[in-house]
């Protein structure tokens, strides 16, 4: 069955960076639309950044965008979100969510959004404090 594993979440201060992992497995990576969502206490989940695995092309949203990083190791199924300069408003349960099989020309990006993904990671909390 469809997995998908998250794990380095923790608690850091402002300023400081942490590097989530999410290592998918039992279904097609390839081809296939990662993501990064996150949601805080008493807000929508959001999308933070996404990757699509046969070309690489990425997408961030506007209030992580030159802060965070996904990347992936295809060979490994794996996508990894680099965080740094963190800041409180960061502080989420973040959730790696995979949509496969999908085809798309080479420099389209994967959406951003909650309804495009059909697989879903448990989450890793992400805490930052001031």
């Known amino acids: 069955q469809v997995q998908l594993v998250e794990s380095g979440g923790g608690s850091v201060q402002a300023g400081g960076s942490l590097r989530l992992s999410c290592a998918a497995s039992g279904f097609t990576y390839s081809e296939s639309c990662m993501g990064w969502f996150r949601q805080a206490p008493g807000k929508e989940r959001e999308g933070v950044a996404t990757i699509y695995t046969t070309s690489g092309a990425t997408f961030y949203a506007d209030s992580v965008k030159g802060r965070f990083t996904i990347s992936q190791d295809y060979a490994k199924n794996t996508v990894w979100l680099q965080m740094n300069s963190l800041k409180p408003e960061d502080t989420a349960m973040y959730y790696c969510?995979?949509?496969?099989?999908?085809?798309?020309?080479?420099?389209?990006?994967?959406?951003?959004?909650?309804?495009?993904?059909?697989?879903w990671g448990q989450g890793t909390q992400v805490t930052v404090s001031s």
């Open positions: 969510a995979a949509d496969s099989p999908v085809f798309y020309r080479p420099r389209t990006v994967c959406p951003a959004v909650r309804s495009g993904y059909n697989y």
